[in-house]
């Protein structure tokens, strides 16, 4: 299952930060989680946020991929959002139906 994430990093941090804890994460090897593939990670040139795409076997690995980046540094996100995502051509088709029946 694909599932897209917003996130906002906490302003203060120090950008060091994150590229420490993704190789503290890696050397141990526990990023990315069994179960997750990594699509895209994109980090917006101003603002500190960013969006992940990622495809996860589980819900249970998905809440690895996120959570332990908090465990690891807590307070380094300000939000994030997670959820299902699909592409928009096979979306639409569903959500017609779906209007013709609530609507009829």
Do not use: C, H
Not at 49 to 60: P, V, Y
Not at 64 to 83: C, E, V
Not at 89 to 97: D, G, M, N, Q, R
Request: charged content about 25%; glycine content about 4%.
């Amino acid at each position: 299952m694909i599932f897209i994430s917003y996130w906002e990093l906490n302003p203060d941090f120090d950008p060091a930060d994150m590229a420490n804890i993704a190789q503290e994460l890696i050397s141990k090897k526990i990023y990315p989680p069994e179960g997750v593939k990594e699509i895209a990670f994109y980090v917006s040139t101003s603002d500190n946020w960013g969006i992940s795409i990622d495809e996860a076997d589980s819900e249970e690995a998905l809440a690895r991929n996120t959570a332990m980046w908090r465990i690891a540094k807590p307070g380094i996100m300000k939000f994030i959002k997670t959820t299902p995502a699909m592409e928009v051509v096979k979306i639409l088709p569903i959500l017609v139906k779906l209007k013709k029946q609530i609507k009829g």
